[in-house]
């Protein structure tokens, strides 16, 4: 509810003083609209002039008492609503009790007939759900509908990833980004995302509309506010606007079971460092969406004997009983067979965390090393066997195969190997971009194919490349000293070849009853 401030009747003509008051009595922008029997965007408009004439921030409307789930997405003016989307959205709100909000945006379109007589317009149908104000609906999530971004700006969070301090934002736009911001050590980092749209695409046949018109992309944000926690993730609908949630797939027509995830790509697995929270709470994601193929990066840690431990590290692993390289490859092999019960099938994805153990291989002086010198060796004969017998043999396959109950469950990805699910490389571990240059989201972004990678340990979306988080503990010891934009993430490709990140918060990956929509449908 806005807060009366008679310092603001200064600076309002007439007619917004009259808004003002209707403001202030009904208690929102949308209910004063009602009462004096004019358009919702007339009162925001004269609301926001004022405040802005008076020097006053956006204001922040705090949360609802009673709203718990929100459905967030954006809507372009003087556009039509994606039909179909709207109405299952419609369908979605009220199944799940969620409230939906939609970010007006404007694009002054030059080839758009209807804008050249009256632009100021947004599609009647969602009239009822626009959201001009920045409002908290969590006690760290922040959405930032006051601002409206120009739909063809090509990097939409660009401005936005500081403004709502240490909270996490959500801003209205058509395309879908996403991106961490580092915060202090031990504190979760924060998300800053956009929207997607529930409009049609209406561009110009300008470079800019043709830009905007690539990127325009259906979509919303789910937000379940659970207690101190929330979840965050996207959807995004079909041609006919259906659109799948977990388990649970919406239509024009109804709710029902979904068909089983495609594929779930985990976040980092560092496995003698994993996250016991991360481990349980994916177990609980995977028996929700029973993804066929469950990807994994990173999943060999290799800091038993690692090039970066130096002198002390390497003195506090002997002490702690850690610096045994056979001991390291038990745990992790113990970890694969728990997660590979997840999926019917497991890709290994190699990455560079495995090549620490080739590169500690390379080096002669290891062989001195005597803790370790029976794995030494014997996997150095080995690769050497299959070097003579002109075949290749991945020094962490060979102890996964001898050490793993269900090594059977694998498939291992040679470097450079592709592996493809709707159009989507999974085989990228990201430490390597494109050129064999250091590999970032940004840089596998300018490749024009949809990829999922690992590496950066953060949450990320540019354009068709993303990047999944982490699975392993926070504190790996080499980052505790650092501002961190570290998240639990992971992707899901469901059936229908849409993906969302999705982060682990307080052990969980979603609020329970987002499982139980499920059962409903059913
Ligand atoms: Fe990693």
Request: glycine fraction near 8%; aromatic fraction near 8%; include cysteine.
């Amino acid at each position: 509810m806005a807060a009366r401030d008679d310092r603001l009747l200064e600076f309002a003509t007439e007619r917004q003083a009259q808004y003002l008051e209707a403001i202030w009595q009904e208690g929102s922008i949308r209910a004063a609209a009602r009462q004096l029997g004019v358009n919702f965007n007339a009162v925001h408009k004269g609301y926001q002039a004022v405040l802005r004439k008076a020097g006053s921030p956006a204001e922040v409307v705090p949360v609802e008492a009673n709203a718990q789930t929100y459905v967030i997405t954006s809507a372009v003016n003087a556009t039509k609503a994606h039909a179909g989307f709207l109405r299952t959205l419609q369908l979605y709100c009220s199944l799940r009790g969620a409230r939906l909000m939609v970010i007006p945006l404007r694009y002054q379109n030059p080839t758009n007939r209807d804008a050249k007589r009256d632009n100021e317009w947004w599609d009647s149908r969602l009239v009822p759900y626009l959201v001009s104000e920045r409002t908290k609906i969590a006690r760290d999530l922040i959405v930032l509908a006051d601002i409206k971004t120009q739909p063809t700006a090509v990097n939409p969070l660009q401005k936005w990833q500081t403004v709502t301090g240490t909270a996490s934002a959500i801003i209205g736009h058509p395309k879908i980004a996403l991106k961490t911001v580092a915060t202090n050590p031990g504190v979760p980092a924060k998300l800053v995302m956009s929207t997607g749209a529930c409009t049609v695409e209406n561009y110009s046949d300008t470079n800019a509309g043709a830009s905007g018109k690539f990127h325009h992309t259906l979509g919303a944000v789910v937000v379940e506010v659970d207690g101190p926690r929330t979840h965050i993730r996207h959807i995004c609908p079909m041609r006919d606007g259906s659109f799948i949630d977990l388990a649970t797939k919406y239509t024009v027509k109804g709710a029902e079971p979904a068909p089983r995830a495609d594929g779930l790509t985990m976040g980092d697995i560092h496995a003698e460092l994993a996250s016991p929270i991360v481990t349980q709470a994916t177990k609980e994601l995977a028996e929700l969406i029973r993804p066929k193929v469950l990807v994994l990066h990173d999943v060999l840690n290799f800091g038993s004997a690692s090039h970066h431990a130096k002198f002390f590290e390497k003195f506090r692993r002997h002490v702690s009983g850690t610096s045994g390289v056979l001991h390291e490859l038990k745990v992790t092999a113990r970890h694969i067979d728990l997660l590979s019960g997840l999926a019917d099938k497991t890709v290994m994805v190699n990455s560079n965390h495995h090549d620490h153990f080739t590169q500690w291989l390379e080096k002669a002086e290891h062989a001195l090393d005597m803790e370790n010198t029976l794995v030494f060796h014997e996997t150095k004969a080995a690769m050497l066997r299959a070097i003579h017998e002109g075949s290749y043999c991945d020094p962490f396959q060979y102890w996964m195969d001898k050490l793993m109950k269900h090594g059977d469950r694998l498939l291992w990805l040679k470097p450079g190997e592709s592996f493809m699910r709707h159009g989507i490389e999974h085989g990228w571990h990201g430490h390597k971009g494109p050129n064999g240059v250091r590999g970032s989201t940004k840089s596998f972004a300018t490749i024009g194919a949809k990829v999922v990678k690992g590496h950066s340990h953060g949450a990320e979306i540019i354009d068709g490349a993303r990047s999944v988080g982490t699975s392993s503990l926070m504190d790996m010891g080499y980052n505790t000293d650092s501002p961190s934009g570290w998240t639990w993430t992971h992707d899901i490709t469901y059936a229908n070849g849409k993906q969302t990140l999705i982060h682990c918060v307080g052990g969980r990956f979603f609020r329970s009853d987002a499982a139980m929509t499920k059962e409903f449908a059913a």
